[in-house]
């Protein structure tokens, strides 16, 4: 594989967004890094350095904004990009998200998978 190749992590527990995400992000040439929780989502941001990180915000074991402020915090991780990928779409939860340090806040019911796609080229420009 090469190094140049864009790494994604995407932090999210529902397999058919999983599935989803993953075809469509590996279909335009990203190499994509699961975690299902979490914890396993700061445990692998900090291993895999990926470019981008996608982060749910309802999730087992660590919710979003918990991971969202771990990351942030470390210095391994806080320059990576990272940007809330949910169905909470109020605004107080937009809010918080970019007072922790999210670049971006995206419901995920309002995007297509092309529309999330284009979304992760504009991220990583």
């Known amino acids: 594989m090469p190094k140049d190749k864009v790494k ?5 527990d529902d397999e ?3 599935s989803m995400y993953k075809i469509k992000l590996e279909s335009v040439g990203y190499e994509m890094v699961i975690a ?3 914890v396993d989502g700061v445990k692998l941001a900090k291993e895999e350095k990926p470019d981008l990180v996608m982060l749910d915000v309802i999730l087992p074991q660590l919710d979003g904004f918990s ?3 771990a990351l942030k915090k470390d210095k391994a991780t806080k320059s990576i990009p ?3 990928l949910t169905n909470l779409g109020t605004e107080e939860d937009k809010q918080k998200g970019k007072a922790l340090g999210a670049k971006d806040y995206l419901v ?10 284009d979304k992760v ?3 990583l420009k």
């Open 36 to 38: 299902k929780n979490g």
């Open 67 to 69: 991971v969202l402020e």
């Open 8 to 12: 994604i992590l995407l932090v999210e």
């Open 121 to 123: 080229k504009e991220y």
């Open 108 to 117: 995920k019911a309002n995007l297509t998978p092309t529309q999330f796609s």
């Open 82 to 84: 990272i940007v809330m």
């Open 16 to 18: 058919m967004l999983i």
